[in-house]
């Protein structure tokens, strides 16, 4: 009667330990999906990153296109060059930002905001508004306004991309703490993660591009 008991026991433990198994190995397959979704949707966040950068490196190789419009044309030539090139010099000043350091981006995007054609172009067509008159400095209005639109559709699609991969770490993180999950993914080691900032978050109506008028 007693190895009988022993034997229920063991069968009943043994049972236990083979649906802990199946459900262990079950458990783990979604939860390394989960994982993998975060990480495909963190890679497509670097290369949606790469685009903002790739624009704003557009819109500083258009600047020299500036001074060439206005040499020769005025007397206050060498004032606005000046000007020109100190944005520039400024915009090639900024360092690049690291795409997994949220403040880096941060800076990154302030620093950038601080030379938006709206911003250093637009006082100085108003301090020299015998510009206006220059049909190739008018011209260019296009390439700037083109360049600002685009800048706005890679930053939204950046922030698309952003809140995408925060999608998918909310579902990640919400799946791990359930029970069991919380079991499974203490002892096979996947822990919370945390979610991504968007750095243009605090700037308001940054989804418009600038209307640009000379």
Known sequence: MKNS?????????????????????????SLVEKDERMNVEKST??????KVENQY????????NLVE??????KYEKEIITNIEAARNGILSIK?????DPNSIKEYVQQQNKYSVSSWLMPMVLQYPELKANQQFVNLQTQ?????????????????????YNEAVQNYNTYIRKFPNNIYAGILGFHRREMMENPFKSKEG?????????
């Open 5 to 29: 008991t022993k034997l229920i026991i063991v069968g009943i433990f043994s049972l236990f330990l083979l649906g802990f198994f199946l459900n262990g190995c079950s458990k783990y397959n």
């Open 45 to 50: 966040v670097k290369t949606a990153w790469s």
């Open 57 to 64: 490196q557009r819109r500083a190789d258009l600047i020299p």
């Open 69 to 74: 419009t206005v040499k020769g044309y005025t």
């Open 96 to 100: 690049k930002a690291d795409p997994n």
């Open 144 to 164: 700037l306004e083109g360049t600002e639109n685009r800048i706005t559709v890679a930053r939204n699609d950046y922030i698309n991309q952003v809140n995408k």
């Open 206 to 214: 940054s989804e418009v591009a600038p209307n640009i008028k000379f």
